[in-house]
């Protein structure tokens, strides 16, 4: 079935420094892969997603990376704040039709001053 | 433009009872996706309305049930609730069928004792 494996769970690092959150999907049919940010008691936060024809995309501190032949795709932040704490998911789903993201089961960053 | 919005956005009910969450999307948004957030599930796709029709179903009993309306408004309701049902419930809209960019409302925190 569906399946999107999120590592690591937890993550801690230094301000300043870079963190990199890795997905592996399942169904070789996804072609979206966003990424959200969830506060504590907060919604979770679309910041930013690629699709499937494209192999990365840059949005300021934060990147995301796509191998849709190892079914891969990571989340990098740089220069870290501790502002960027917060549980990252990471999702698949097939467009057109379906808009269902799997989820995978999230990574808690912490940034230490 | 106001983001999605869900009420209430606390809910305390006794097993047994049944319950309807509400969710309005953002202005112009057709597709309404319904999810529940749960500490040992994490985020699981429960079902998924665009124009008035459920087009997704997640793994979820038949207790589970949605509708939408014409102006895009949903509601998800729970029959007979169960202690397991304790959860965050989502939505989110995306602006069409594709599928991209689904943002989320606060949720519905959902006790059940």
């Known amino acids: 079935g569906e399946n999107v494996e999120q590592h690591p769970s937890t993550l801690s690092v230094q301000e300043g420094d870079s963190a990199v959150i890795k997905c592996t999907y399942s169904?070789?049919?996804?072609?979206?892969f966003p990424w959200y940010k969830q506060e504590l008691g907060k919604r979770p936060q679309l910041i930013i997603d690629?699709?499937?024809?494209?192999g990365e995309k840059k949005d300021q501190r934060i990147a995301v990376t796509l191998n849709k032949t190892a079914k891969h795709f990571s989340l990098h932040i740089t220069e870290t704040q501790p502002e960027d704490s917060a549980v990252y998911f990471c999702?698949?789903?097939?467009?057109?039709?379906?808009?269902?993201?799997?989820f995978g089961a999230g990574t808690r960053l912490a940034v230490h001053p | 433009k106001a983001g999605v919005t869900q009420t209430p956005r606390y809910l305390i009910k006794t097993r047994g009872q049944q319950v309807t969450l509400s969710c309005s999307p953002i202005s112009g948004h057709r597709s309404v996706s319904w999810y529940q957030q749960t500490p040992g599930q994490g985020l699981q796709f429960l079902f998924e309305?665009?124009?008035?029709?459920?087009?997704n179903k997640g793994n979820f009993p038949g207790r589970f049930s949605g509708r939408q309306f014409s102006n895009s408004r949903s509601e998800m309701n729970v029959s007979t609730l169960e202690l397991g049902d304790s959860a965050l419930y989502l939505c989110a809209s995306s602006l069409d069928s594709t599928g991209y960019e689904q943002y989320f409302g606060p949720g519905t925190r959902l006790t059940v004792t």
């Open positions: 999702a698949a789903s097939i467009t057109g039709g379906y808009n269902k993201l799997i």
């Open positions: 169904d070789s049919a996804s072609n979206y």
């Open positions: 309305y665009f124009s008035e029709t459920q087009r």
């Open positions: 690629i699709r499937s024809n494209v």
